[in-house]
């Protein structure tokens, strides 16, 4: 009964919280472009909120191992919400300026990594071993759907409110998922580990870079993961809503359906995974995945092309369907 409702609450949390973060990361984009028109200033904003990310991810790991697990999941909560309540209040007053707002999505970043991290390896110890692999399978579920549903509602909501409501709206969001960690059966104290010190930042850190190293399959997954996201990652967080909302001329909403239609596919590849291709070995899946990903990744200028938007129309139906 304990693991259930634990579970639960977990999830409840990280649905919401999920929700929020999908809903502010499709209009923040779209914010930016319409107050500074510049692409730059996009490209500058996602490595402000991807850097912090990365660096933080070395620190969070540690962290997690050694503190309680549900505080850190709770202080990175009502941190997260009071600094985007903050953003909401200020842009509520018409004084919300980007240099602020860059500012705080630094530390924000960093709330982030310290929550991933802990609430990834959490997991295992709130649900009972026996069901381990239906409370992970839940959790990409949740995740997935959260992820779908919040893109629509971001672009529909700042289209028709504004960023102001976004801020409100994450930032609430935030705080019920701390207060779920909060009613969380969760007793395990610190952990009596190694003080964390410079010195063992670096070896911990480096004992993980020698596994995978010395793991040939490890490092090549590691190298194509590395270099997928730092080519495609760009594509979705700064030329595609650019494109859309500048070149093509769509509507925030639309850009907010379009985004859920590709977490929708997401969603469908990972069930065809687990279902009809599960008897297919994961080499035969990745390569031929990796193949139709290319493909679609070189038909889309094609589809963005002046020649193409011509012939189907600006910001019309048939060029939307094409795009999804």
């Known amino acids: ?67 309680n697990r549900k505080n850190v999941m709770m202080s990175s909560d009502y941190v997260r919400g009071i600094f985007v309540l903050f953003l909401g209040y ?30 990834t390896a959490i997991l295992p110890e709130l649900v009972e071993e026996d069901k381990l692999m239906k409370g992970i399978a839940a959790w990409g579920g949740i995740d997935a759907v959260s992820m779908i549903i919040g893109p629509a509602l971001g672009g ?33 104290e610190d952990r009596n580990l190694e003080t964390f010190t410079l010195k063992s930042f670096f070896t911990e850190n480096s004992e993980v870079l020698y596994f995978i190293k010395k793991n040939k399959a490890l490092l090549q997954l590691f190298s194509l993961a590395l270099v997928t996201n730092f080519l495609v990652a760009p594509l979705f967080d700064i030329v595609l809503p650019y494109v859309v909302k500048r070149g093509i ?25 687990g279902t009809c291709l599960a008897k297919f070995s994961r080499k035969l899946i990745m390569k031929n995945s990796l193949v139709l990903q290319t493909i679609i990744l070189m038909m889309f200028p094609a589809a963005v092309f002046p020649v193409t938007i011509n012939y189907l129309g600006e910001h019309s139906l048939r060029l939307f369907m094409l795009l999804t």
């Not at 200020?90 to 991290?117: E, H, K, P, Y």
């Not at 769509?250 to 985004?259: A, D, H, M, N, V």
């Not at 596919?265 to 069930?271: A, K, V």
């Open 1 to 67: 009964m304990k693991y259930k409702k634990n579970f639960q609450l977990y999830m409840l949390g990280r649905f919401i919280s999920y929700m929020g973060t999908g809903i502010q990361q499709i209009a923040l984009p779209l914010y930016i472009l319409d107050v500074t028109h510049s692409g730059i200033m996009m490209g500058l904003f996602s490595a402000v909120n991807l850097v912090p990310n990365i660096i933080a991810l070395a620190f969070a790991g540690i962290l997690g191992d050694r503190k």
């Open 156 to 188: 529909i909501i700042y289209g028709i409110f504004g960023i102001k409501m976004v801020f409100y709206l994450n930032g609430i969001s935030f705080i019920i998922s701390g207060i779920c960690c909060t009613l969380i059966a969760y007793v395990n």
């Open 90 to 119: 200020f842009a509520m007053r018409g004084s919300l300026n980007i240099a602020f707002l860059f500012t705080l999505q630094v530390f924000i970043s960093i709330m982030d990594s310290i929550f991933n991290a802990s609430s």
């Open 249 to 273: 001329g769509f509507t925030s909403q639309q850009y907010g359906y379009l985004i859920s239609f590709f977490t929708l596919g997401i969603l469908l590849g990972n069930i065809l995974i």
